[in-house]
């Protein structure tokens, strides 16, 4: 929409896709605001997808940058993979906000920030040495001036609200106005304010009459550009929810356990920005879901490893410190060959490092984060919505060869949404288990089935299968301890050979594009938007450039050499610095693998991306 | 503890023992502490698949391969953390949990004080030899200060814990000691801790031949038993000695030992055991009571019903589930905001 | 506490404040305590470079950012066992250990209790406001039964610890209790804790007011200041109340609320605080009193002097220096069986 | 000596080297028979190398094959760096020893038994159906049946000695008997003996009879081949001692320390078979050292951290397990930019795995065992003595780049010992330290030298310098917690530099022999002796076969593309699934890397890599 969102006198133009963001205090209900927004949209039809970005304390002083909170939302007729690069729209409710998030507004698009909070005490709060609104800070974008607190109280007056409680409602000021823009209907957000505040009636008039001044107030005033339409998308026919990567992930754990009719069992500790698993699971309990937080990292997988040896789904979660601490424990359940899946909402690090922003840096602990010979499963889910899915599979993988499985979401997954058109349960893979069987009337608890190598799973309660497992090296098929050296040696590449064959149960990559063989993208896990929509864009444009996601890191869709082998230049873009690449050139050391990286905690731009893509064409 | 409703075929001793050599040391106080159990569990009437012995790394964490149930040797420290998964699993089972000194209180002291904090209802089983035997010899969290081992060859210089006054300070509900040279009491004890509701905590003072030989001798020897073991029960008054003619008296708020006949002292101002109380204090110092000035209290010291874990976790999904609103995954998916493209 | 010895120039609160913004919420405890820490060091006459906060991660670990002194923000749970690595590798540094309840008693519960169990002179202040705040509001380890929690949204079920009981029970030889409401026992017991020789624990009852506000509020409101606020001294009596008419007496073995000039009560009946005692039921008992029966003690409750883990390593290597047939690791190579091959 | 040492009359045989294995039970001694003689040889003038190979099990029931315990020396007077492949004499002390050693004794060697231990019981109990002395299972040997039991028993009547103590004197026998086969003095055991048992004068003598009875013994008899002479080797001049690499990495550790003038402080969690390192460490604290025995792995390397934080040189140690809890606090480490130094002494896995065997399989774990981008320098030793060296080294580059290093070394290693010409410590390289220094009057903890990109170490205590660090990101030269984005990526990519830059500071692999560039064959860390033996008697024969060992695993040493380039076909041999194989392959994709892994819990024999390089040259 560059090119035509700009000033003008009212009347109403139709934009393909459009990105705003709000930003304010970490106290102004920023995110509220964004959600909202979205919903609305949502049901109006448009395609979306929404980033949250806040900050790592709870709420830092009012006023100061470090207590800015934003919510991205792009929104269009068009599919739609990622939040947008830039705002066409940043809504600012105070200098600090303006300060932190010019950054991500588009040169050329709309601010409008709330008057009423530049004055001097905030202006130096924020870091600015005269205020933004009078140099010329602004001078590349149309900034609307809106004295958004006053006109809240004025519109308050009269109830009996307090002045923290008014203030309270200026957000809802702000999101009235962006219904005006861009012609949308209050009556989604009414409704919910209503439910919100059943309790208190005052708060909920008082939140309804701010948004109604917004949206009159935007309606008269001259400032803002004209009214916006973006029509509904072209989406595919069905019920939809929005759905972000966290709940999508807890529901897909969910979906796996009812299928196969053991209880969800979550042993986890909180930690961002994995926590929301947790405390959506912890709702469910009625689904036979079972949460324990446990006392730390470790208690978690642990219990999580008891309950799968009890015969139930054990699930831990956790982010990149706390996977750091769960290494041990995962190699038991390697060397025990117990289903578990461990579920790592990747976050910015080293160490404790950046725990509110995204990151891609944790394939290299999931595939070799634990001592010796230690093989294991590695998904990575690619959007909000197909956590569920690939939760589901880490499941079902983790039960049907008897192994863990480490799903790699991460924090843009996590928070992020997206519309969902969400399955039947029904219609989701069944999952097969290995039953345990007897030998000649004896039970072996390391004999395996043949073509998975999976060994039976025979459960505690269960008459005549009583036996014992551990962590040290066990005889082939009896399982006793055994530290026999050529047993070692087979019982080393047995467990190898297993998470290998898990390749022979997932699906082949499939290609989007039909280039010359040029070049090949290649991604994997939440970057996938970004990269779709850079590839396509360029496609659209005629370059010749394909693109490749994984979702199955270890083991590789086994067609990814075939692929590969077809282009002169495979290009491998991910939010770290080059660890699937690194990964991907030792498995296919005669290929022309590049890495593309970026390690900012945020995502990758479209603009970027596609400025990399054709700089690679070029040579 | 439903497991105990459904009353199997009579088993015997011989039931529960595997067909795995057994390798600790000759003479290892752990092989009686194996013996008390295979006794005891036929006296529990739970079907044999229902016990699983869950244990960390050690020697004591060697007890699972050698017994005939489903059994769980994880890694060192970890054990209660994996028996609350078990147990939370599958509250039918009767979960055993077996731990060295050093497992249970130095690698994994954390899972240790919250399983008895959650009092979650499984029965750990703590084999304080005051060393650690597997790793060859280095002390322990509960080695005496002063003593020389591999890591410490001019004496260790730290402070012990007392299991009992950490199970107390962690809001254990059931404190029992007992030693490997008395395998009726046990036995005896190993039955009592499985019929607590609750986290069971059995400390056995166990004897490592090898790298700390007599570690306990002051209260097991034979010449010691009658001076130095106070055999505690329930409701009965604490006496101890020869002819049972010692006896513990509280005087203000300190314990001493009397002689039963001398200065007029009869079985009247004995304290009688009430492991019952919920206020933790007495049991403390009952607890702490150690030779030379005192016997070791042995027996049951702490015996209160509280609330277990998977009680607490049963009852809220129960009355969750009452109140809920959808029963399946397909209902949550469906629930909320949804619209419909068409 | 070498460092006590050498008195450096005079310094003021402002001296030890950091240029970092304060990033904790508006009405949050920790700012009290901040200030209450500021006020304390001056009072201690130790150089400035000689204090080293460390913490482990939460909004509590947060502290050492703004003390104007040497700080280490470690990981969750872990400050402990850095603090101890800190004071062992200089002796002469005045350490203090910041920790949540979460990162010490959730994650962090074994080198909490082993720092306790060792006594390593540092000092610990626990800030206490039974919820993760940095993770935003999920019940921890403190946490009474029945929180509801973005973890707990029935509840939870769990039971807490209490810190006085895992203290003691870890063998801990200094527990104090104090408010983020009262900024002048704050500091008072800040400056007790750092001139005790151990490790100093100091529980904080602290108010977070974003996920778990007013949990406190039955000692702390002002209501209830008087009727549930007990502030114990050593060698005085246990006497609180409006114009302190109320008293603690013990009564067998159980302590009970008293008011002076009822029912013939004078102050001869009341208990007299001795937290130098060895024996720690006592201690115990006071530390578990609660309202509504009783009023909560505040003050340091516990606090006996044994050998600390610093005092017996420099004791050891002195001791062993003494005796050493070599002095560096030439000597060392040189030494036992060697040959010469010419 | 292969064709030697055979069946014959007494006579004097010289041989270039022989390989000697000592079995018994966990209660028999054989360690310290196998220590004796290794001693004796070394005093002789030998080169040599040993291995131990216990039991798990500390002592497993008497007469099993689980309790077994094994001692192999391999002596010579030509250079040695392996104990050998195969025994060329077995003393075994039971049929148990028999049953599980006899796997390691060459045909067509000799086997020493005690006959009187092979009766019904002892057979049964070690798993043989009948008596292996009476069928045809020794038919490939030479066998000398001796009466070991009761000969010792006639030789000790008259001491007032129990039967235990009788029995315990058998190995001396065995010693005694070996001792004249090889042509070796009794005076240096017999000093040995004395001292040990100078409170025990009984004990002292009846060893000293069942050695001296046991050198008669074979003296006379007729079974055993003729007596060996093993020439002293020629050796370079100098002062020697026995060394193992436990102590060797102990006092290596301790040179650092002593040199820059700091103490050394261990906090270690035991764990075998690091646990002698804690131990050798406890017993020198008047030389500045502390050792900590941690609650766990985790407070183990956190106090570690403390202590290098507040200016000493912290160090922890462990293995596999304990390595795969410490990777949250290395990355704090990685973060902080603190010098640490981990000690990983590698064992059989995953999980507990084989916890007395050796392996090499944690090149993953070390370099990849963090969440998130955090680098940290690896080395190996690689013969027990350089663990000295290394061990020295990974002290100085962690104080001097202001990194954690992580050492690898292996149960192979860390119980193998060799004779070793000690150095002065003066003669080991200095160590120069980062200063920290003030810009303007300020410190700033983040402030580089130019360089290594190392920061000041300022340490708390000093005054003027006091700082706060952590392991939230920071602003690069102030160290304040930072989440600018472009902040993070510079900060990323300078840790990463800053460990890369190391390999500016280390010395340039260097490649043994002088072939046509065929075929290089590589290795890393203790496999050293091995594949040593095995190039250089492939390059004796003539084949065109060379060699490059690395101790520098990461950075790599700057010459390695070098020389890599040069060959058509390198084979990385390691005791695992290839792990450094596939990190070569990552940095060095276009080139022929191929793989040859064992994982049995043992070390390569000659033979086998001989086998596999000859079959490497075929094409
Ligand atoms: C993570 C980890 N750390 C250390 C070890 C080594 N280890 C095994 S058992 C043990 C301690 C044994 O002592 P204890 O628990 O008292 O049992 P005991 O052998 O005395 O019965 C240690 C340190 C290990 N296996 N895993
Ligand atoms: C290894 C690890 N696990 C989890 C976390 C997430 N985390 C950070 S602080 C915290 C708990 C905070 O609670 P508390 O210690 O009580 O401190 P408060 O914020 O309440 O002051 C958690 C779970 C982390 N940073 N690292
Ligand atoms: S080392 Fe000690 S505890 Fe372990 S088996 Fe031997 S005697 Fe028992
Ligand atoms: S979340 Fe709670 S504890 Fe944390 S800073 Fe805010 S008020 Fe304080
Ligand atoms: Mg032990
Ligand atoms: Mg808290």
Not at chain 2, 58 to 66: I, T
Request: one cysteine or more; charged letters at 20%; a negative charge.
């Amino acid at each position: 929409m560059s090119e035509t969102l700009v000033n003008g006198k009212k009347s109403t133009t139709e934009l393909e896709k459009v990105v705003i963001r709000f930003a304010g205090d970490s106290g102004d209900g920023m995110q509220l605001t964004g959600s909202q927004f979205s919903f609305t949209s949502a049901l109006w039809g448009n395609d979306l997808a929404t980033f949250p970005d806040f900050p790592a304390e709870i709420r830092a002083p009012q006023g100061t940058v470090e207590g800015v909170s934003g919510f991205q939302v792009q929104i269009g007729k068009i599919d739609i993979y990622t939040p947008g690069d830039q705002a066409d729209v940043l809504v600012a409710m105070n200098p600090a906000a303006l300060k932190s998030n010019l950054q991500f507004a588009r040169k050329g698009g709309n601010i409008i920030v709330d008057l009423d909070a530049f004055v001097d005490r905030n202006i130096e709060k924020a870091g600015f040495v005269t205020n933004p609104l009078e140099d010329d800070t602004l001078a590349d974008y149309n900034v609307v001036e809106a004295p958004i607190s006053s006109l809240t109280k004025t519109a308050l007056e009269g109830l009996q609200l307090d002045n923290k409680s008014i203030m309270r409602s200026k957000n809802m000021f702000a999101l009235g106005m962006m219904y005006w823009l861009f012609d949308r209907s209050l009556k989604e957000t009414e409704k919910y304010i209503e439910s919100k505040f059943k309790k208190t009636p005052a708060l909920a008039e008082g939140n309804k009459r701010a948004l109604n001044a917004g949206f009159h107030y935007a309606e008269t005033i001259e400032a803002l550009p004209s009214m916006y339409k973006i029509p509904p998308a072209i989406i595919e026919k069905g019920v939809y929810r929005h759905i972000s990567g966290n709940t999508a992930t807890a529901w897909g754990l969910m979906a796996a356990a009812e299928r196969i009719g053991k209880k969800l069992f979550l042993g986890s500790y909180p930690i961002t920005p994995a926590s929301d698993i947790l405390h959506e699971l912890s709702r469910h309990k009625n689904l036979g879901v079972i949460t324990m937080q446990a006392e730390d990292e470790i208690a978690a997988v642990c219990s999580a490893i008891g309950a799968s040896y009890a015969g139930q789904l054990g699930v831990t979660t956790s982010s990149g410190p706390g996977i750091a601490l769960k290494g041990e424990a995962i190699g038991l359940a390697v060397m025990a060959e117990i289903p578990l899946v461990v579920v790592d909402v990747q976050r910015g690090g080293p160490s404790t490092g950046l725990p509110t922003k995204t990151e891609q840096a944790d394939i290299n602990i999931a595939v070799f984060g634990r001592n010796s010979e230690s093989p294991a499963v590695v998904l990575a889910a690619s959007t909000p919505a197909n956590c569920f899915e690939f939760a589901y599979m880490a499941a079902k993988i983790a039960m049907e060869h008897m192994t863990p499985v480490i799903l790699l979401t991460d924090g843009y997954l996590a928070n992020g949404s997206e519309p969902w058109k969400f399955p039947k349960t029904a219609d989701m893979p069944p999952i097969n288990l290995e039953e345990a069987k007897k030998s000649d009337g004896v039970y072996y608890p390391y004999e395996r089935d043949a073509e998975k190598l999976a060994r039976g799973w025979a459960v505690p309660g269960t008459p005549g299968f009583e036996h014992r497992i551990g962590g040290l090296e066990k005889q082939e098929k009896t399982g006793n301890v055994s530290y026999d050296p050529t047993n070692h040696e087979k019982m080393v590449r047995t467990r190898a050979e297993k998470v290998e064959r898990v390749a022979n149960y997932i699906p082949d990559i499939e290609v989007q594009g039909n280039g010359d063989g040029k070049l090949l993208v290649v991604g994997w896990g939440g970057t996938f938007g970004g990269l779709r929509t850079a590839v396509t864009e360029l496609q659209h444009a005629n370059k010749k450039v394909d693109f490749v996601h994984f979702n199955y890191i270890n083991p590789l869709p086994k067609n990814t050499k075939a692929i590969f082998e077809k282009y002169n230049k495979i290009v491998v873009c991910e939010l770290n610095m080059g660890q699937f690449a690194s990964l991907l050139r030792s498995k296919f050391p005669d290929m022309n693998i590049l890495s593309y990286s970026k390690i900012q905690g945020q995502p990758f731009l479209v603009t970027e991306l596609k400025e990399v893509f054709i700089e690679h064409l070029k040579d | 503890m439903e497991a105990l409703a459904d009353v199997p075929k009579a088993y015997t001793k011989k039931d529960f023992e595997s067909d795995q050599l057994v390798r600790w040391c000759p003479g290892c106080g752990d092989y009686s502490i194996l013996s008390a159990m295979t006794n005891a569990l036929p006296q529990l009437g739970i079907p044999r698949e229902n016990f699983v012995f869950v244990s960390g790394i050690g020697c004591a964490a060697r007890f699972p391969y050698y017994m005939n149930t489903y059994g769980f040797h994880t890694i060192h420290g970890r054990g209660p953390a994996v028996a609350t998964g078990v147990k939370l699993a599958n509250p039918k089972l009767s979960v055993w949990e077996i731990q060295g000194d050093g497992d249970a209180l130095a690698i994994g002291g954390n899972h240790f004080i919250h399983a008895l904090r959650r009092n979650i209802d499984i029965n750990i089983l703590l084999f304080n030899n005051e060393i650690y035997g597997l790793t060859k010899g280095q002390y322990s969290p509960t080695s005496p200060t002063g003593l020389v081992t591999k890591s410490t060859p001019y004496g260790s210089v730290e402070r012990p814990f007392h299991a009992a006054e950490l199970v107390i300070g962690a809001q254990g509900t059931f404190y029992a000691r007992t030693i490997d040279t008395n395998p009726k009491l046990m036995t005896e004890i190993f039955v009592h801790a499985a019929k607590h509701v609750g986290t069971s905590l059995v400390e056995v003072l166990q004897n490592c031949v090898i790298f700390n030989d007599d570690a306990h001798a002051g209260v097991t020897a034979k010449q010691n038993r009658d001076d130095f073991q106070l055999h505690v029960k329930h409701g009965q008054p604490l006496l101890f000695g020869k002819d049972n003619k010692k006896g513990i008296r509280l005087n203000g708020l300190k314990l001493e030992v009397v002689t039963l006949g001398e200065n007029g002292i009869t079985e009247k101002d004995i304290l009688v055991h009430d492991a019952h109380n919920e206020d933790p204090a007495l049991h403390l110092m009952l607890a702490r009571m150690a030779p030379p000035h005192f016997p070791m209290a042995l027996g049951v010291i702490r015996e209160v019903r509280a609330k277990t874990y998977d009680e607490a976790i049963a009852e809220e999904r129960e009355k969750i589930t009452e109140n809920a609103k959808y029963h399946s995954v397909d209902d949550l998916l469906k629930s909320g905001e949804t619209w419909e493209i068409k």
